[in-house]
Structures are given as C-alpha cells and as structure tokens.
C-alpha cells in the first residue's frame, strides 16, 4: 500500500514551471511506454499523463480488465508520435529530479517489509537503465542493479539514501511513513533485546543456583552447616531456602543486608571448602 499510496499522492502535484511539466510528461514517456503506449495500474498516474498532454481532446484512458498474470487492472493511453523517440537529457537540475518522479510514478515500487527497505525502478531495456542511472547520480544517489526476468531492476535498500530520494521527489508523506515503520520496528527490537537479555540472565541465574546448593548440600552433609562461621552459615541457609533468588535479592534477606560482591564472596568461599573436602575425600578412598 505505501508503494500505491505514494504514487497517487505524487501524481496529484503538479509543477509549476512548464518545462518541469514537459520533462514530466517526457519521463512518463521514456519509463511508462509499452509497445506505442503509456501503460501503468495505477489510474492516478493515467490520467496525470493524460492531463499532461497536448493531444488530450483526442486522446483517452484506455482500461485493460485484470488478466491471470496481472491481477490489477491496467490504464493505457495512446503516446503521440513526438514522445515516443527518447529525448535529450535534461540540462536544468530540476528537470532531472522530474526525470526522476517521472520514472518512480512509471517504474518504481517501495516496500518497507519484514525483511528491509526497498526502492527499485525496473525498466525495459539497458538504454533506459542507464539513462536513469545517469539521472539519479546526477542528483547525488547512487543505485545497485541487478536483473530479473530478462529486465533490468535498478535499487536502493538503505533507508537513509531511500528516504532522501523520495524527499528529493517531494513524497513527503512517504517519508513520514517511512519513519513511522522504522521507529516502531526499532522499538519492538529493543524490546526483543531486552526480553532476550533478561532471559538469559535469568537461566543464568537459575544455572548458578542450581549450582550453589548443590555444593551446599554436600557441604551440610559431608562437614555440617554448623560448623560454618556465622556469615558462610547464613548465606548457605539463604540459598537452600530460597534457590531461585538472585544474589542481590540473598544479600537484602541477610541481617543486616550486604551487598551482591560479599554474596558472590562467601558462595565462592564455599564452592572453594566443597572442592578441598573432595579432595580430601577422594585421597582417602586412594590410601585405602
């Protein structure tokens, strides 16, 4: 829908000067004909071309039903004899910019999709390609191409070189858009971060106590709690009563409340008493 909304609304301004609206109606000519006429699915875009025209008293907007292959309908007007050569290319800089509407309103597409952003021009032949590379690096934008179909397909996926194109254009309202899109995809990636972040924090917290009392297990019934110093007692009862809390949350439940760094200091001392113990215990097994 952005791609269609953005060309209606382009198609309903015209320029003021009228040799903007001569390389208008020329750029609609070069990118839009299809064997002796202009042809495109959006009606806006027909009957800007049609009113563009000199001959328009006896010209129409013919309508072409849906086919199985294009399922939109298509609007075709004839094209005079005088447009159907390629002109010269524009001298004013202004002119090219109007080049470049032109061929976005015949040629182009936007999308702002799950997987980027994407502006592409696809044109019927090379002589065409590169008279509209031409124009846009004229105007400063450089474009990758590619091919599809038997057709070249020039584009463009940053979303910086994107939206300054189109507001080189004068689609504002496509820009604004644009921006909306990008804000909120950014928003729910943060949010996905953050949610993937505190996840792994918590399975890391879990690991670790999991861990923890494991060790203070083997400690209460290879050496006994009670034989523990006060704090390293205290800190082994927290953990066996509460298995899930962070260290923080174990340091609040202390009396007094101690920080996360003497938490993590007294479980370490622990962990470091199990691993002597084991070792004792299994050099006993040896002498035996």
Not at 89 to 115: H, N, Q, T, W
Not at 210 to 234: D, H, K, M, N, T
Request: net charge positive; aromatic share 4%.
């Amino acid at each position: 829908m952005i791609s269609a909304d953005t060309k209606d609304a382009l198609a309903r301004e015209l320029p003021d000067e009228r040799h903007c609206r001569d390389s208008l109606l020329a750029g609609l000519s070069v990118y839009g004909s299809i064997d002796g006429h202009f042809v495109t699915h959006r009606n806006a875009v027909a009957r800007l071309f049609w009113s563009l025209l000199e001959e328009r008293k006896v010209q129409a907007i013919e309508t072409r039903a849906p086919t199985r292959l294009q399922r939109l309908p298509t609007f075709a007007v004839r094209l005079p004899q005088r447009l159907r050569a390629i002109p010269p290319k524009p001298i004013r800089k202004c002119d090219r910019l109007i080049e470049v509407r032109a061929a976005f309103l015949a040629c182009g597409s936007l999308a702002a999709g799950a997987r980027g952003y994407h502006l592409e021009f696809v044109v019927r032949d090379e002589g065409v390609a590169t008279r509209l590379t031409w124009m846009l690096r004229s105007n400063g934008v450089a474009v990758k191409e590619m091919h599809r179909k038997g057709r070249a397909v020039l584009y463009l996926k940053d979303f910086d070189a994107i939206a300054e194109l189109l507001t080189r254009i004068g689609a504002f309202a496509a820009v604004l858009r644009l921006e909306d899109v990008r804000a909120l995809r950014e928003t729910k990636n943060r949010i996905h971060r953050l949610v993937n972040t505190e996840a792994a924090n918590l399975q890391r917290s879990a690991q670790a106590g999991a861990q923890q009392r494991r060790v203070i297990e083997f400690l209460q019934s290879a050496y006994g709690l009670s034989r523990l110093s006060p704090p390293l007692r205290e800190v082994a009862e927290l953990r066996l009563l509460h298995p899930d809390e962070s260290l923080a949350e174990l340091g609040r439940r202390c009396n007094p409340p101690i920080g996360k760094p003497t938490i993590s200091s007294r479980l370490g001392a622990l962990t470091k008493l199990a691993g002597n113990l084991r070792g004792m215990q299994g050099s006993a097994k040896a002498a035996r």
